[in-house]
């Protein structure tokens, strides 16, 4: 995992876009005091989650925001992005490269991104969590914060070997396991009050129960006496209202009379007022024409004293473009003596490749003339694997004459056997004998023609030798059988013509054998002549591949040679194609020129028109605007006149509007009464509708109502009621609930005493593996702090001990470091270079224990001499196959010392520029 580029804009001095790439290894950052060195760190802990402007140099995080400068305007976002190769893995996402970014607006709104996906600041803490990097991680030191490193109290410091032992996850989850422990508490505590209220409840709805049936009873009679009464009260509400209606039809007819002559009256001084108005409206347009007129006028006079100026400008920007001209063309004379010398290199060397094309043509004949050799010479390999394949069919059909001759003589030599009992043990050996040479021939042609096919079919030159002698010493075993067998034979046929003599008289076999003997003799023949044709052919094909191979490292280095030369040719090319290009663009730049000073004449000339044109304009203006102040005169005059009638017209109407008036309150009155006579009866109705679930309109009395006797009901329904009590309808389905919920809640409390159970035996476990990893990590650190404090110091001693060893995750680190040769108390006595080699080797006694992907250092080596720096880059370069370094400095050595360069500059007060170099390169070149 290594930090592949970060992206920077607007953030502090960094007003554009800016990319720094980074590689594996060392990066140096140099730059004079106050270019900017130091926001580039800044920028990269800022993405990682740094929530502290004063961390950050700043009061408020708005500071972190470019706020301009006498030539440029301030930005409204700050944002910087972070490209992380992740190949190891160590963050825990899916992802092989991640891209953290941030942004921050000056209307206080931030966001954080992770591969353009949104997410919260805790989630950038979260990635980075026990990798080293972070806001309060070991991957940042600046030359500010050594002292701190060492003065810090013990509690602050402890961060740095809770993120080396890797329990920083662990104690966000023991803290969130306390948390979750807490709420469990809270729930219990809560839950066994309900359970407490709903065993009261429980109780009390028992005893409610046995009051509702009672209850239902008496409700009964009330609804009889309650819906007469109510009847009662509705009709008398009616029969008002219906008077009511009356006295409000005449009030009416009245009123809609006295409305249609104030309408009328209305529209009269509606259009009096319209016509005062759309005079009124002539009268501001002309005023603003006047005004129009007027600024006009006095544009017209700032335009001309405009145009002067800018004719003025034109002039001396006519002399410049001039001037610009003449360099031009010297510099596309220069670009033409360029051109013409590189041509030439070109015809040279393409002259020179043109030759070595036509010479690896010609051996790529020869090459060719060759390989058809090669294949005409194992053609004529397979042509005598077909002979020999040929000459093995005869063989066996050979085989099997002389099996059936063999046969023959048997048959005869056992009919004669009684006759001939001396001659019978020679017999046997002799046929014991060719059988056995029969088989040893059959099985040395198969032998042959499976080596011969081998033969055929090697590849390598070596082999192929081998293979022919090897054919050569077994074809000649099987010319020996041959020559054994036919011995043999002769001995068998004369003895059997021996026999067929006496007994018989024949001489068939005799016949027979001579045959035999011709054909095999011819075969052995033909067997050496295959044999030295092999032999033949070894050595063509030996020797023509001796010359291809000859040729073939000939071609390769033509092949060379022609590939360099093109090379030359494509740079010379691509040089040439440059400068023709630069000759365009002077070209260009030289005719855009001569067209700006074409363009620049003709402007003048038409600012010198347009002049004439504006002072013509100016007086005209001066008389419109006189017209039209003697028409606003009159228009004034016509508005008094028209207001003085519209004044009578609305006297009348006042007069009107109060008769008016008083009628429409006398009709709202009486509506406002049968309003309220109708809401009194509705709301009888609905409150008896909600009440008792009966609808008092569609009732119908079955007699005259009493309602004197119907009074004396209610009363006595009222007693009974009262000495019943408040009574709950429905305690017993209540009841049920309250049984269901209270064995529910029982339930839950179990639950919640289990989880709680189970987060006291997580946080142990997580407590107990928290507590060895640190120890162990400490320990480790412990040692390898005095071992690098020693080298860096050539001695000395040093010691880390907890403040607390009960309880770590309370406890801090003091610090303990002696140079050689001093007896120091207080860690506040050493030097400035003493400090920086002391927080130097307890960085990399963390790194010695887990290394950071990748550690910044903001000139940690200003206050080292000489000799102590170089021990500080030796240490340095041991860490960087595990770790890439990026360090500020003003340090030649440490410069020298780094991969890659990236200068900081600031060429416009307040806005930093990057520009890289990458030393690696440099050097292999």
Not at 234 to 246: E, T, W
Request: proline share 1%; net charge neutral; with cysteine.
């Amino acid at each position: 995992m290594f930090l592949k580029s970060v992206e920077i804009h607007g953030f502090k001095s960094f007003a554009e876009k800016t990319t720094l790439v980074f590689k594996p290894g060392v990066t140096a950052i140099v730059g004079p005091n106050g270019c900017g060195k130091s926001n580039i760190i800044d920028a990269i802990r800022w993405v990682l989650g740094e929530s502290s402007a004063r961390s950050l140099r700043g009061e408020v995080m708005d500071d972190v925001i470019f706020s301009g400068t006498e030539d440029r305007k301030a930005l409204g976002m700050a944002e910087v992005g972070i490209t992380i190769a992740n190949e190891g893995g160590l963050l825990p996402v899916e992802y092989s490269v991640v891209n953290i970014k941030r942004r921050l607006y000056r209307s206080g709104e931030s966001e954080f991104l992770i591969n353009k996906n949104n997410v919260r600041q805790k989630d950038i803490h979260d990635l980075f969590a026990d990798t080293g990097i972070g806001k309060k991680a070991y991957s940042v030191m600046e030359q500010g914060n050594i002292d701190e490193i060492l003065s810090n109290k013990p509690e602050e410091r402890m961060s740095v070997f809770e993120e080396a032992a890797g329990i920083t996850r662990y104690k966000s989850r023991i803290k969130q396991s306390y948390k979750k422990l807490a709420s469990t508490r809270e729930n219990l505590v809560r839950l066994e009050l309900v359970i407490h209220e709903v065993e009261k409840e429980y109780k009390s709805l028992e005893r409610q129960a046995e009051k509702a049936v009672l209850y239902k009873k008496v409700k009964k009679d009330e609804i009889h006496y309650e819906t007469l009464y109510y009847y009662e009260r509705v009709s008398k509400l009616k029969k008002q209202i219906d008077k009511n209606n009356g006295m409000l039809s005449e009030l009416k007819t009245a009123r809609d009379a006295g409305t249609k002559e104030t309408s009328e009256l209305k529209n009269s001084i509606k259009k009096n007022i319209d016509r005062v108005r759309d005079v009124e409206n002539e009268i501001s347009d002309i005023k603003n024409e006047v005004y129009r007129k007027e600024a006009e006028i006095e544009a017209a006079n700032s335009k001309i004293s405009h145009i002067a100026d800018r004719i003025f400008e034109i002039r001396n920007e006519i002399d410049k473009k001039t001037h610009q001209i003449e360099k031009i063309e010297k510099n596309k004379q220069d670009l033409g003596l360029k051109l013409d010398r590189l041509a030439r290199d070109i015809k040279d060397v393409q002259d020179l490749l043109s030759s070595q094309e036509d010479k690896l043509n010609n051996y790529l004949k020869e090459a060719d003339f060759i390989n058809k050799k090669i294949n005409r010479n194992t053609d004529k390999l397979s042509e005598n694997s077909k002979r020999i394949e040929k000459t093995e069919a005869m063989v066996r059909g050979l085989r099997e004459e002389l099996r059936n001759v063999i046969n023959q003589l048997l048959r005869e030599i056992d009919a004669i056997k009684a006759g001939f009992e001396g001659n019978e043990k020679k017999k046997n050996d002799l046929v014991r004998d060719i059988s056995e040479d029969f088989q040893k021939i059959d099985s040395g042609l198969k032998h042959c023609m499976t080596r011969f096919d081998d033969l055929v079919y090697t590849t390598k030159e070596s082999d192929f030798s081998g293979h022919t002698g090897q054919l050569s010493i077994e074809v000649t075993g099987i010319k020996d059988r041959l020559k054994s067998l036919k011995s043999n034979i002769e001995m068998v046929i004369g003895i059997q013509d021996d026999l067929s003599r006496v007994i018989f008289g024949k001489e068939s076999s005799h016949t027979r054998k001579e045959q035999i003997e011709k054909d095999i003799e011819k075969y052995l023949k033909n067997i050496e002549n295959i044999k030295a044709e092999i032999v033949e052919l070894n050595a063509g094909l030996k020797k023509s591949r001796e010359e291809k191979e000859e040729f073939d490292g000939l071609i390769n280095n033509l092949r060379l040679d022609i590939t360099r030369n093109r090379e030359k040719i494509n740079y010379y090319a691509e040089t040439i194609r440059r400068l023709k290009r630069d000759l365009e663009i002077s070209a260009e730049s030289l005719q855009d020129v001569k067209f700006e000073i074409k363009s620049h004449r003709e402007r003048n000339e038409q600012f010198e028109i347009e002049i004439k044109n504006l002072r013509t304009g100016s007086r005209e203006l001066e008389n419109t605007k006189t017209v039209l102040a003697e028409k606003m005169k009159g228009h004034n005059s016509l508005i008094k006149k028209i207001i003085d009638k519209i004044q009578k017209s609305e006297t009348e109407l006042n007069r009107k509007r109060n008769q008016l008036d008083n009628m429409i309150k006398s009709i709202e009155g009486l509506e406002l009464n049968n309003a309220e006579l109708k809401s009194r009866a509705d709301t009888i109705l609905e409150n008896f509708r909600e009440r008792y679930s009966i609808t008092l309109e569609l009732f119908k009395p079955e007699k005259e109502i009493d309602i004197k006797s119907i009074n004396e009901g209610r009363e006595r329904i009222k007693t009974e009621l009262s000495s019943i009590g408040q009574v709950n309808l429905i305690a017993i389905e209540e009841f049920k609930e309250v049984k269901k919920r209270h064995e529910y809640l029982t339930e839950q409390k179990k639950d919640l005493e289990k989880a709680r159970e189970d987060i006291n035996v997580i946080v142990a476990k997580t407590v107990k593996t928290s507590k060895e990893l640190f120890m162990d990590s400490f320990e480790k650190i412990k040692t390898n702090f005095n071992g690098l404090f020693r080298r860096l110091f050539n001695g000395g001693r040093t010691d880390l001990f907890l403040t607390d060893d009960l309880n770590i995750f309370e406890a801090g680190v003091d610090i303990y470091a002696c140079p050689p040769g001093k007896s120091l108390k207080r860690k506040s006595l050493l030097s400035g270079g003493e400090k920086s080699l002391t927080a130097i080797s307890l960085l990399f006694a963390v790194f010695m224990v887990k290394a950071s992907p990748f550690c910044m250092l903001d000139e940690v080596d200003h206050d080292l001499d000489e000799e102590n720096l170089i021990r500080f880059l030796k240490l340095l370069k041991e860490f960087t196959d595990t770790t890439q370094f990026i360090i500020i400095t003003h340090n030649r050595r440490a410069i020298e010392f780094a991969d890659v360069l990236y200068g900081i500059t600031s060429e416009e007060a307040g806005v930093s520029k990057v520009v890289s170099l990458d030393l690696m390169e440099q050097a292999v070149e």
